[in-house]
């Protein structure tokens, strides 16, 4: 049988080793709950870059769609004086 000084030493390890478990799970924990809000934080900043290349994307679109028309409204310009350019050379012959 063993002698109550080697129980109170065994029990005392029991608990130390007990108490530094308790505070690696919860540094665990921590350490989990900090990675949880990191990878949160990735994903709100990752939704602004998406957002912001999608305005620009749409900005860039409406700029292209804006110079056609132009492109469309001088190319009928050019059209009409060709047609006056040609109506007047008639006239003259």
């Known amino acids: 049988m063993a ?13 130390t080793g007990a108490e530094r478990r308790r505070e690696l799970a919860e540094l665990a924990r921590d350490s989990a709950e900090t990675s949880r809000l990191s990878a949160e934080n990735f994903r709100l900043a990752s939704e602004k870059a998406r957002l912001a290349a999608m305005n620009s994307m749409h900005a860039t679109a409406e700029t292209m769609e ?17 047609d006056i350019r040609d109506v007047n050379q008639l006239d003259r012959n």
Request: with cysteine; net charge neutral; proline share 3%.
């Open 3 to 15: 002698d109550p000084e080697s129980v109170r030493v065994a029990a005392e390890c029991a608990r």
């Open 66 to 82: 804006s110079t056609l028309e132009q492109m469309k409204a001088v190319e009928d310009m050019r059209r009409t004086l060709r």
